[in-house]
């Protein structure tokens, strides 16, 4: 076991006396060469538990070691076992992605360090048109990319990505799970936080979902997917939004936009494919698909008991 | 790995990040130390070389607390703000190999406006300059204590306060302190302020360097300084701990 987190809470004060938990008796561990996604809303805690696997903050209550020894007690080497890419953008100034992926590579592995990986690195993520230009001329995209670099160059045992595919194009970030994955092959461990569901559902080997503090499910994909058993998951393209109306058997609705998304029990399916033709004929929907249902959905039926509606 | 290779990689990161900005303070460096020997002594009718001497080995110390109190804690309030100093604490080393790092970056920039003002005021007015042996020692225990002073408020601070403090200082130190004018010529109160401040120490010491025989400085000055060098080390290794 990489990484074993027992019963952690942490507390901040909010404004006036006010109390604000952010973790509330976490629990979970992540294996070697295992990939474990964070997911969770805005504000749910993922970052501050992070920071915590790090010894950058301590926590109020519970226990966090990693490869068996406290964080609280040897947080220095809890900074050598951990490569972090933080979720803020890490402001390079001056430095080319080049310099300053090598000069982190020295600084974690000293005469060990291989500059043939970062051209592997580089070649992989498509990165050659950057690697020399200074980090302020940089996109946030290529910012991002180097900041990945930089904690994957010489990976700890654990390597934590923070949001690592925001501002990153769909290309590259097909680029960088690759690259993610291999990194399991040698037995490095990864923590992904992200609220991207999708994404991480092709990704992670387990997942916790983390609402107000709270681990509210953890398991695989599939595991997660299956506390919303025998649903279906149907997707509409709409004309007007205005003019829809969400019928009885949708269990919960997503709106972004012009789709639409319903959950939908398994014996409704035929009246949903009834429903959904009728609208099709009457022009309001432009077209329709039934698949079963996606971590997306267990996510937001787990994090949400209200219909969700997103623009 | 070895603490040395630890300060090599530390400051390389450091100091390539910010040098396009460092080369520019060094420069504005130059700038204000040559303005603060001549342009001051526009101020006065008809300076004699006890004025001038006093803003020869003033304009020393102004670029030091320039650095340490102004330049520095800006800079600390945007790695702040930005995130870059949560980032740096993620990293592999010790929190004190990244504070010596910047300490050096910041130490070095100001050496070129104080060998360039000093060398100015010298061929200018010949002011009686007798450098003693102290220099160095001296040199390196002000931008310490200022150095210091700026990490232990501007990491304590929130970004907006130590900005807003560093302008009062900047202020402070040109106009209100006996740095490049003697003590006696402030009011009372504000003379019993400046021998609390670490100001006026390291004014004190700098002039007894750079012109031993004319100025001495007492022991108090330097007990001063350590002092504030202390508890300015002191905060800011315990906010880059703090959990």
Same mark, same amino acid.
């Given at each position: 076991?990489?990484?074993?987190? *027992? %019963? ?37 805690? @993922? ?11 301590? $926590? ?11 964080? *609280?007690?040897? $947080? ?41 990986r970062l051209?592997m690195l580089f070649e992989s993520l ?23 670099c930089?904690?994957v160059i ?25 690259v ?62 205005? @003019? ?11 709106? %972004? ?47 949400? %008991? *209200? ?5 | ?243």
């Amino acid at each position: 076991m990489v990484l074993d987190v *027992k %019963n952690v809470t942490k507390n901040f004060r909010g404004k006036g006396k006010t109390n604000v938990i952010a973790n509330d008796n976490i629990t979970f561990h992540i294996n070697e060469g295992e990939i474990f996604g964070l997911l969770g809303q805005n504000g749910a805690g @993922k970052t501050t538990l992070v920071n915590q696997i790090v010894g950058l903050i301590t $926590p109020d209550h519970g226990e966090i070691n990693l490869l068996g020894k406290s964080v *609280k007690e040897y $947080p220095e080497r809890a900074r050598s076992i951990c490569s972090v890419q933080p979720q803020s953008q890490v402001p390079l100034g001056f430095l080319t992605p080049r310099q300053a992926v090598s000069i982190m590579g020295k600084m974690r592995a000293g005469k060990n360090y291989d500059p043939k990986r970062l051209d592997m690195l580089f070649e992989s993520l498509g990165m050659g048109e950057w690697a020399d230009k200074e980090g302020e001329k940089l996109s946030g995209g290529a910012r991002r990319l180097a900041a990945f670099c930089m904690a994957v160059i010489v990976p700890g045992q654990l390597v934590i990505l923070d949001e690592p595919t925001n501002d990153v194009d769909p290309v590259r970030r097909r680029y960088l799970w690759e690259v993610i994955r291999n990194l399991t092959k040698v037995g490095t461990s990864v923590i992904l936080v992200t609220h991207n569901v999708l994404e991480a559902e092709k990704a992670v080997d387990r997942v916790a979902i983390v609402h107000k503090g709270k681990i509210v499910k953890q398991g695989t994909p599939s595991e997660i997917k299956s506390s919303v058993n025998n649903q279906m998951r149907m997707e509409l393209n709409v004309n007007k939004t205005e @003019k829809l109306v969400v019928p009885e058997w949708a269990l919960t609705s997503h709106q %972004n936009g012009m789709r639409w998304i319903f959950q939908v029990e398994s014996s409704h399916v035929s009246s949903a494919i009834e429903w959904a033709s009728g609208e099709v004929n009457m022009g309001n929907v432009v077209d329709y698909s039934l698949s079963p249902t996606t971590i997306e959905d267990a996510y937001i039926e787990l994090t949400s %008991n *209200k219909v969700v509606v997103s623009s | 790995m070895s603490i040395l290779s630890e300060f090599k990689y530390v400051f390389q990161m450091q100091f390539l990040r910010s040098a396009g900005f460092l080369v520019f303070m060094a420069l504005i460096q130059i700038l204000i130390s040559i303005g603060i020997v001549i342009g001051f002594t526009y101020l006065i009718p008809t300076p004699d070389k006890q004025s001038i001497l006093f803003l020869a080995t003033g304009a020393p110390t102004i670029i030091l607390i320039f650095t340490g109190l102004v330049i520095l804690p800006q800079q600390v309030g945007t790695s702040k703000s930005d995130g870059y100093m949560e980032f740096m604490r993620t990293w592999p080393v010790k929190r004190s190999t990244i504070l010596g790092a910047d300490t050096s970056i910041w130490l070095l920039i100001t050496i070129p406006g104080i060998v360039v003002a000093s060398v100015v005021a010298h061929l200018m007015f010949s002011p009686g300059y007798d450098v003693s042996w102290t220099v160095v020692p001296a040199l390196l225990m002000i931008a310490l204590t200022s150095i210091g002073v700026g990490y232990g408020f501007s990491y304590l601070l929130s970004p907006t306060t130590s900005l807003a403090l560093s302008q009062v200082i900047v202020f402070g130190a040109l106009m209100f302190s006996p740095v490049n004018f003697p003590m006696d010529r402030l009011p009372e109160w504000l003379q019993a302020v400046h021998e609390i401040l670490p100001i006026y120490s390291m004014a004190e010491v700098m002039r007894a360097s750079l012109a031993a025989s004319t100025f001495d400085a007492s022991m108090g000055n330097y007990i001063n300084l350590l002092i504030w060098c202390v508890l300015g080390y002191g905060g800011a290794i315990f906010i880059l701990n703090r959990k």
